[in-house]
């Protein structure tokens, strides 16, 4: 009887370390680049630096969408290009609203090959938070 006892209370202890273990779940929305941007990519940057396995998806629309176009650049002249390409290397997915692009008139080939696109960005950002992603704007 200790003996199934043991087993049963391993059994439980290795599920409580498989839940600690899980990767949390998170969304970044962007409406807009010019307030958001910079900060936002830097918010994103230290959650990796802590937490490496961090699922993380930027959701943008509206006005956020504009740091993720070719050739947009920081308050400094740095291009986000670059600070995009890094995060994708560690995962991170960026998304752009296809409703704000017929809105605005954009084309999908004036965003950075790291963008991808989603038919709404709210739509995504709901969707997101019901599959348990924590929600985050910079």
Sequence with gaps: MLKLLRLFAAFVLSFAAAGAMAQDKVVYHFDDAAAQALKGLRNIKNHLDVDPSAKITAVTHANGVDFLMKD???????????????????????????????????????????????????????????????????
């Excluded at 997915?93 to 692009?101: A, H, S």
């Design 72 to 138: 947009a650049k920081d308050r400094n002249g740095n291009p986000y290009e670059v600070a995009v390409q890094e995060l994708v290397a560690r995962g991170v997915k960026f998304e752009v609203c296809e409703i704000t692009l017929k809105n605005r008139g954009l084309k999908k080939e004036q965003f950075i090959e790291e963008a991808g696109f989603t038919p709404s960005g709210v739509v995504r950002v709901a969707k997101l938070q019901r599959e348990g992603a924590a929600y985050i704007k910079p």
